[in-house]
């Protein structure tokens, strides 16, 4: 158990979702985190799109590093009454270690370029065919 023997629920972790008091639960514990979201190297604005819910996918997606997990363990406060989500985690990324290295994540920009892309291919096309159909009137 965490070291206030403290056990928290969803409507506790509700309470604290503020740049004045902020809350998270990764792996089952509760975390206060306000002290560390001027530090956060992402943001503050990060952190706090995950407080009053369990944050766990949220903190491992990210794909912290050990000195990040590490550090997090000086604001624990608690234990979280849900219990570790991983094992609902890993279900939802089902990924090995090996194929996250191999295979670095798609940044907003690519995911964009590849929406963005084909509208530009399909624009051109219509402009070409509306170009060459106004030739055709003009002949």
Request: charged share 20%; glycine share 8%.
């Amino acid at each position: 158990m965490a070291p206030s023997g403290k056990t928290y629920g969803i409507a506790d972790l509700k309470k604290h979702t503020t740049d004045k008091s902020c809350w998270l639960v990764v792996h089952g514990k509760v975390y206060d985190v306000t002290e560390f979201l001027e530090e956060h190297p992402g943001g503050y604005d990060i952190i706090l799109t995950s407080t009053g819910k369990d944050a766990t996918q949220d903190f491992e997606e990210i794909g912290h590093s050990n000195s990040a997990k590490k550090l997090l363990e000086k604001y624990v406060i608690g234990e979280f009454e849900g219990g570790d989500s991983a094992p609902a985690v890993a279900k939802v990324a089902p990924q090995s270690a090996n194929a996250a290295k191999q295979q670095p994540a798609k940044s907003a920009a690519t995911r964009t370029f590849h929406v963005i892309l084909p509208l530009l291919i399909l624009a051109l096309a219509l402009a070409l065919n509306f170009y060459m159909m106004s030739q055709k009137k003009s002949a």
